[in-house]
């Protein structure tokens, strides 16, 4: 018989029966002796390959098993969230790019964990010309005052928040920058700005924050793994059928895209929707958090889901310590959409 892809080599081979036929005469893909994985056809091996000589350092690992019960679903989070020193960067206007860091007061909002507690703190401070404090002196004096683990950064293009140690999340926001002129500071190089009634005008500005070059607290919110090994059991049992063997899987990502559809006069538009996943979030989400629940009718809706049957495996590369590489593998959900309990086993390794 010729194969499928007309393949000269014949590296392709048709086999001459349908699948769950009596597996003691047909082709057997199975783990064989001596670290090899082959084609087993009764007393033959057709075609096998070596894998004794994979190797990967690791530096965590585990190992677990759990019954999937009908119509359950469980999550695989891995082992790390690859923590890193979470980021916030607001754009400076143009128009006072030029402004002496010695002539600014700023106002914020700051949302932090402190002893297990969600704490908000609001900041009002402002740097001084004659003691020679710019404004991330000021405002870092204030941070260390309040125990806020944080560092602030001012330049001609930006102003940045970054936390001071890896993992610690916060969230700044109602970043609000006024002006120092000569009417409050005689030093100031600034002009005061006085309306028809002859009174002062506040140069105020609030900064729009760039995501697109901030980081969160983590490279992976919902967790990753170097690698892993999956093995599914599924009931001996002469009313599964062979072609029921399977489940689902879904690897999550950090962020999600979607598109809706939004009805506008009598036409319909479809618009993009970007949102951070959060697998231990339940109930519904917000505009930028996608839930749980939201997730799984996301990816259901829109068949997202992957097959796996028996066996799933996946070894990725390290990150490296201060890279930005996203190497590892992401967690994942599992789904048993069937009316039996399937037993799922599976290592992890870090």
Same mark, same amino acid.
């Given at each position: 018989?010729?194969?499928?892809?007309?393949?000269?080599?014949?590296?392709?081979?048709?086999?001459?029966?349908?699948?769950?036929?009596?597996?003691?005469?047909?082709?057997?893909?199975?783990?064989?002796?001596?670290?090899?994985?082959?084609?087993?056809?009764?007393?033959?091996?057709?075609?096998?390959?070596?894998?004794?000589?994979?190797?990967?350092?690791?530096?965590?690992?585990?190992?677990?098993?759990?019954?999937?019960?009908?119509?359950?679903?469980?999550?695989?989070?891995?082992?790390?969230?690859?923590?890193?020193?979470?980021?916030?960067?607001?754009?400076?206007?143009?128009?006072?790019?030029?402004?002496?860091?010695?002539?600014?007061?700023?106002?914020?909002?700051?949302?932090?964990?402190?002893?297990?507690?969600?704490?908000?703190?609001?900041?009002?401070?402002?740097?001084?010309?004659?003691?020679?404090?710019?404004?991330?002196?000021?405002?870092?004096?204030?941070?260390?005052?309040?125990?806020?683990?944080?560092?602030? %950064?001012? &330049?001609?293009? $930006?102003?940045?928040?970054?936390? #001071?140690?890896? @993992?610690?999340?916060?969230?700044?926001? !109602?970043?609000?920058?006024?002006?120092?002129?000569?009417?409050?500071?005689?030093?100031?190089?600034?002009?005061?700005?006085?309306?028809?009634?002859?009174?002062?005008?506040?140069?105020?500005?609030?900064?729009?924050?760039?995501?697109?070059?901030?980081?969160?607290?983590?490279?992976?919110?919902?967790?990753?793994?170097?690698?892993?090994?999956?093995?599914?059991?599924?009931?001996?049992?002469?009313?599964?059928?062979?072609?029921?063997?399977?489940?689902?899987?879904?690897?999550?990502?950090?962020?999600?895209?979607?598109?809706?559809?939004?009805?506008?006069?009598?036409?319909?538009?479809?618009?993009?929707?970007?949102?951070?996943?959060?697998?231990?979030?339940?109930?519904?989400?917000?505009?930028?958090?996608?839930?749980?629940?939201? %997730?799984? &009718?996301?990816? $259901?809706?829109?068949?997202?889901? #992957?097959?796996? @049957?028996?066996?799933?495996?996946?070894? !990725?590369?390290?990150?490296?310590?201060?890279?930005?590489?996203?190497?590892?593998?992401?967690?994942?959900?599992?789904?048993?959409?069937?009316?039996?309990?399937?037993?799922?086993?599976?290592?992890?390794?870090?």
């Amino acid at each position: 018989m010729s194969d499928l892809f007309n393949n000269s080599k014949n590296n392709y081979v048709m086999g001459a029966t349908p699948p769950c036929e009596n597996l003691s005469d047909e082709f057997i893909f199975e783990f064989l002796p001596k670290e090899y994985v082959g084609i087993v056809n009764g007393a033959n091996v057709p075609l096998s390959m070596f894998l004794g000589d994979i190797q990967q350092v690791v530096t965590d690992y585990t190992k677990e098993k759990k019954l999937l019960q009908s119509g359950e679903i469980t999550y695989i989070p891995g082992l790390t969230k690859g923590l890193i020193q979470r980021t916030q960067v607001f754009d400076i206007p143009y128009y006072f790019s030029t402004i002496d860091k010695y002539f600014l007061m700023v106002d914020l909002s700051i949302n932090h964990y402190r002893n297990f507690r969600f704490t908000s703190l609001d900041v009002d401070t402002s740097s001084n010309y004659t003691l020679n404090l710019d404004i991330d002196d000021a405002i870092n004096i204030d941070f260390a005052n309040n125990g806020v683990g944080l560092t602030s %950064y001012y &330049d001609s293009s $930006t102003m940045s928040f970054q936390g #001071n140690s890896a @993992g610690w999340d916060f969230d700044v926001s !109602n970043v609000t920058v006024t002006l120092i002129d000569a009417s409050l500071d005689s030093s100031s190089p600034i002009p005061s700005i006085i309306d028809a009634s002859g009174n002062r005008t506040n140069q105020t500005y609030v900064l729009v924050e760039d995501p697109s070059v901030g980081c969160e607290a983590a490279k992976y919110l919902n967790g990753a793994m170097l690698g892993f090994v999956l093995k599914i059991e599924y009931p001996v049992s002469t009313t599964v059928l062979c072609t029921d063997e399977w489940i689902y899987y879904n690897h999550v990502p950090n962020t999600k895209t979607y598109y809706e559809s939004v009805a506008v006069d009598t036409s319909t538009y479809y618009q993009k929707f970007t949102k951070t996943v959060d697998v231990g979030k339940n109930g519904m989400g917000d505009s930028s958090v996608m839930s749980a629940g939201d %997730y799984l &009718d996301l990816i $259901t809706n829109n068949n997202e889901w #992957n097959k796996v @049957g028996q066996f799933y495996s996946l070894v !990725n590369t390290v990150d490296l310590l201060n890279g930005d590489e996203n190497n590892l593998v992401n967690g994942f959900y599992l789904y048993n959409p069937h009316d039996f309990d399937v037993m799922v086993e599976y290592i992890l390794i870090n």
